[in-house]
């Protein structure tokens, strides 16, 4: 059973800065594309940012410049480092990982909350 937990979100200013992390868990043969998608109230889901397993990234246009997609292939983790916080970040960030076990699947995390205000 493969698991994706999630951690880091919450309440910050606009400007302020935020990292989120979501490390896989349970039986895994290896680990391909991982990434985070967002979704505000009353908006479509959103792709924020991707990351191969060969480091290869790419953002949404509203982030780039912003944000930051990394992983540590060690840790089965990926993160997200988000600077320079605007209100329209404002959202339920959630994690996917591409996950090779005795098949390949695209497995999801619970989402964590982040909220901008002042």
């Known amino acids: 059973q493969v698991q994706l937990a999630e951690s880091g979100g919450g309440l910050v200013q606009p400007g302020g800065s935020l990292r989120l992390s979501c490390a896989a868990s349970g039986t895994i043969s290896s680990i391909n594309a991982m990434g985070w998608y967002r979704q505000a109230p009353g908006k479509q889901r959103e792709l924020v940012a991707h990351?191969?397993?060969?480091?290869?990234?790419n953002y949404a246009d509203s982030v780039k410049g912003r944000f930051t997609i990394s992983r540590d292939n060690a840790k089965n983790t990926v993160y997200l480092q988000m600077n320079s916080l605007k209100p329209e970040d404002t959202a339920v960030y959630s994690c996917?990982?591409?996950?090779?076990?005795?098949?390949?699947?695209?497995?999801w995390g619970q989402g964590t909350q982040v909220a901008v205000s002042s």
């Open positions: 990351i191969t397993n060969g480091g290869s990234t």
């Open positions: 996917y990982a591409r996950i090779t076990t005795w098949d390949i699947r695209t497995y």
